[in-house]
């Protein structure tokens, strides 16, 4: 069975550009997550996805970021601007089960913005 | 609300020798823990977890870890380490419906 799977692994952009990132879960799971890690910060949690739908965007640090789930299979994370604080690594997990418990992380995106 | 620390942001130890990670949480509800590990350029990988069963926990690679809830520690433990345990650890704690939180990251070196 494929695990979560993420495109690009490494990005470097420049201030002001925009750029895309994809999350591929695992076949079947209705659950998908974003998360950030900042370099020498904890993981944090972005937002939450239930099929197609956001179940919490809480985390999501401004209105540049915009994350989307069209059909309720892989996801994008769109960052229009962006800044230099946005560097860092961007991580997609999946779960069967919405309460949270055993997500499958992928690999993450390392996101370097010069 | 939750939290969760990690006391230690760097470990190191010799091949063959005990390894210790040790984490720390607060809930406002019955929780639930977990540790993940993260190899270079590798993704997040689930050790363990502690959903309200036994409170010692054995996971992969010869890891366990005990939840006691006195102490609001679940640390990480392995009786010998291997060269292929030097990776990030990283504590997490969720409860149902909450949002999971995870801990700072302890970097583990293994000597030869």
């Known amino acids: 069975e494929a695990g979560v799977t993420q495109f690009p692994s490494h990005s470097v952009i420049e201030k002001g550009q925009t750029v895309t990132l994809r999350c591929d879960p695992i076949s079947g799971h209705d659950n998908l997550y974003w998360y950030r890690r900042v370099m020498g910060k904890e993981i944090k949690f972005l937002l939450h996805f239930v099929k197609e739908s956001k179940q919490d965007e809480s985390g999501m640090p401004n209105n540049r970021f915009l994350a989307e789930r069209t059909g309720g299979t892989y996801s994008t994370l769109k960052v229009q601007p962006a800044e230099l604080e946005d560097s860092g690594v961007y991580f997609c997990?999946?779960?069967?089960?919405?309460?949270?418990?055993?997500?499958?992380f992928g690999p993450g995106t390392r996101l370097t913005v010069t | 609300a939750q939290s969760v620390t990690q006391l230690d942001s760097h470990v190191s130890v010799s091949e063959g020798t005990p390894v210790l990670l040790r984490c720390n949480y607060s809930?406002?509800?019955?929780?639930?823990l977990f540790w993940y590990v993260q190899h270079p350029n590798k993704g997040l990988q689930l050790l363990l977890k502690?959903?309200?069963?036994?409170?010692l926990v054995k996971g992969i690679n010869g890891f366990e870890a005990e939840f006691k809830k006195s102490e609001t520690s679940f640390h990480l433990t392995k009786p010998s380490a291997h060269m292929s345990d030097a990776a990030e650890y990283f504590c997490?704690?969720?409860?149902?419906?909450?949002?999971?939180?995870f801990g700072t990251g302890t970097k583990l070196q293994v000597i030869p």
């Open positions: 809930s406002s509800y019955s929780p639930s």
């Open positions: 997990a999946s779960s069967q089960d919405s309460r949270g418990y055993e997500q499958y």
């Open positions: 502690y959903t309200s069963a036994a409170t």
């Open positions: 997490v704690v969720s409860a149902v419906y909450q949002k999971v939180t």
